[in-house]
């Protein structure tokens, strides 16, 4: 008589970074309506400021979204470990849609946006083309833990956009362009603190069990 063979399922587990990327999402989904809604609203006075411009808004848009959505699948350790063609050919539209959005962004704060953000904008946006130009160095050298530190730089730079406009969108927020400008600048710090934070996270909070057999 025949056996039946159990069939081995793998059971999907909810971790912190599926939540916190969800989050990301339904944050992402807030700023649309809120504050990119002049695309579709020409009534409005963002859209007047913005119509000279409106195509090199409208490509640093779509690239900007390529890469906001394409660096939240690049931390799937599924993806990395079941489809790596698929991984690297997500890496290389990343890696394209940050060195469309990044240059138009700064082209954008000498022509056509306020002078307080000129040079955060150029800081802003020269970082996010560096740490991704440095992670596509590490993976083409096949470092790939340092080439996922620099991602996680990178993506953080990018989440920048999501969460300067969350954040002025609460009551307390900024109210003038220098406030903005102070905000954009302490998040920049934060994009570089905050990865490093998590890379270090055990050796900093965690004792180094070989450091006990050093004094003995």
């Not at 807030?30 to 006075?45: A, I, P, T």
């Not at 063609?85 to 946006?113: K, S």
């Not at 969460?163 to 400008?181: C, F, M, N």
Request: hydrophobic share 50%; with cysteine; net charge positive.
């Amino acid at each position: 008589m025949a056996t039946s063979v159990p069939q081995l399922r793998t059971k999907f587990r909810i971790r912190p970074k599926h939540v916190l990327f969800i989050v990301l999402g339904l944050m992402t989904l807030f700023v649309l309506r809120h504050d990119e809604g002049f695309f579709f609203r020409h009534e409005s006075d963002t859209w007047k400021f913005f119509y000279p411009v409106r195509w090199k808004i409208f490509l640093h848009g779509i690239a900007g979204a390529m890469a906001l959505t394409i660096g939240a699948l690049q931390f799937s350790t599924r993806l990395r470990r079941h489809y790596p063609a698929l991984h690297r050919l997500l890496g290389r539209l990343y890696f394209g849609a940050v060195l469309v959005a990044a240059p138009i962004a700064i082209y954008l704060a000498f022509t056509h946006a306020l002078a307080t953000m000129k040079t955060e904008t150029t800081v802003q946006g020269s970082m996010w083309a560096l740490t991704t130009l440095l992670a596509i160095l590490a993976a083409r050298n096949k470092n790939f833990e340092v080439h996922m530190q620099w991602m996680m730089r990178s993506y953080a730079i990018t989440l920048i956009f999501v969460i300067s406009r969350i954040i002025l969108a609460l009551p307390l927020s900024p109210t003038t362009d220098e406030g903005a400008e102070r905000l954009a600048w302490i998040l920049i710090v934060c994009a570089l603190i905050v990865p490093q934070l998590i890379i270090n996270w055990r050796q900093l909070f965690r004792r180094n069990p070989a450091s006990g057999t050093r004094g003995s």
